[in-house]
């Protein structure tokens, strides 16, 4: 699951590198969802939103202390 914002960021231009990483996170976070919702027998959207919120919360709160340490992304 690593290997997804990886690929991303070794493709996209240095410029837009953050935002082209978190907007294809967070895809394959709702790819995943989905596939577990759907390989559980449950209904998609609950557990797709629940996921990619908890990634992008994830996602957010790791930025946040880097921002807090000094650390440059």
Known sequence: AGAVPMVA?????AETVAVVVT?????????LGA???WAGGAR????TLRVVFWGGAAMAVTAAIG???GVAV
Do not use: I, Y
């Open 23 to 31: 907007v294809t996170t967070l895809l394959a976070l709702a790819v």
């Open 44 to 47: 998609l959207l609950r557990p």
């Open 67 to 69: 921002k807090l340490f």
């Open 9 to 13: 960021a070794l493709v996209s231009p």
């Open 35 to 37: 596939l577990g919702a």
